[in-house]
């Protein structure tokens, strides 16, 4: 049996939201339906707002770095080392490294121009704490992309989601004082935006 099928085997509702084994079932799910997480829209965006070099945290399969020109410098990070391995067999040519975003150390300090994380927020306990810790790893600016709106507790819970924004007003005035924030109109269901300081 494959890796992928193993992990399908283990029921997701044993594990802690968010926690490794969680997330590596839960990439296994997705991946077992060909659902790599693609947005092209968004991606294209984020990816036109990049400055610098480039660590993608929470980069699931590697769909985005996809959308970033092959000379650009890039480091895609996730706590699944499934995610991990399939990101680096779509994209052989794009690095990544299976890491805990917690456990990144003071060697992490503006390692990189733009730190760049998508659909992770929402899973984070603290929200503010964890962009506070983004813009410590970027030296100029942190893209983001968040549900928007709140969706059913019961929802929310079997994705393992912590946090919702009904949109960008709400978004912003909870993070203004971290730095300066855009926003693009992007779709009904994500909020994305740029802080940059
Ligand atoms: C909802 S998915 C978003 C995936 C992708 N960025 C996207 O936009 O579709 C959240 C990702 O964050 C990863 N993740 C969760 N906790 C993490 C942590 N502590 N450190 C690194 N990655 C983490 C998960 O494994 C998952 O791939």
Redesign the pocket.
Known sequence: MSAKGLLLTEPLDRYEP?S?AW??I??AMFAARDDW?E?AE?FEFVAAQCRGSVL??????G??ARYLPLGRDYLG????AF?IETARKRLPDKLFLC?????MGEAWRNVAGTVV????L???RDPEATLRRFKELGQHRVIV?VPRGQSEKAHMAA??HYAAWADEEEFGAAFEHLGRWDFVDMDEEHIVGVMVW
Not at 99 to 103: G, K, W
Request: glycine content about 6%.
């Open positions: 968010n490794a997330c590596e839960r990439a997480r947005r968004e993608e945290i929470g980069c699931a399969f769909s985005f990070i996730d706590i699944s995610s890491a805990d975003m917690d456990e994380a998508l659909q992770v929402e899973h984070r992309s994705c393992g």
